[in-house]
């Protein structure tokens, strides 16, 4: 780092001497005392040539470690329409499930077991889409519900 004699020293300037103490302290060089010490020294100076006699007996710093960015894992979080469509299954499987326990206590014992019918099918269903990634349905060939037709379907309609 190059510091001009007798100029005024700056925050960032300090803040990068003291980054530079902390290296050395992490290295062995400094006690926490002496480390202590010398930061303080370095907030009190007001030119460089201060700031640069704190370091002065102290060999070049190591230089900082570079900051790895977290691995990039897949991201697993379902698109909101998808999240909403699980959140429904649980709650209608829940439901049966919870009304088939309170049949079955009521009968005294375990009736059959219908609600897979319900949760599994759609479950099912649920998960191959969310497997697959499928996001709805084809577009329409056909006359839409407000009575328009598609493009596609007017000029298949007209090659006929």
């Known amino acids: ?56 007996d102290l060999p070049a710093a190591p230089p900082p470690a570079p900051v790895r960015a977290p691995a990039r894992t897949a991201d697993l979080r379902l698109p909101v329409h998808q999240r909403i469509e699980w959140a429904a299954w649980a709650a209608a499987g829940t439901i049966n499930l919870a009304i088939w326990a309170i049949v079955s206590i009521a009968v005294g014992a375990a009736v059959y077991p219908w609600p897979i019918w319900v949760i599994g099918p759609w479950g099912l269903v649920l998960l191959g889409r969310t497997l697959a990634g499928r996001e709805g349905t084809a577009p329409s060939t056909g006359p839409s519900r407000s009575g328009r037709q598609s493009h596609r379907w007017c000029t298949s309609q007209l090659r006929l």
Do not use: C, K, Q
């Open 1 to 56: 780092m190059e510091y001009a004699d007798g100029v005024r020293i700056s925050d960032p300037e300090r803040e990068r001497l003291v980054d530079e103490l902390g290296r050395h302290l992490t290295a062995g060089r400094l006690t926490i005392g002496e480390f202590d010490e010398r930061v303080g020294a370095v907030y009190r100076s007001v030119t460089t040539d201060e700031a640069r006699r704190v370091v002065s």
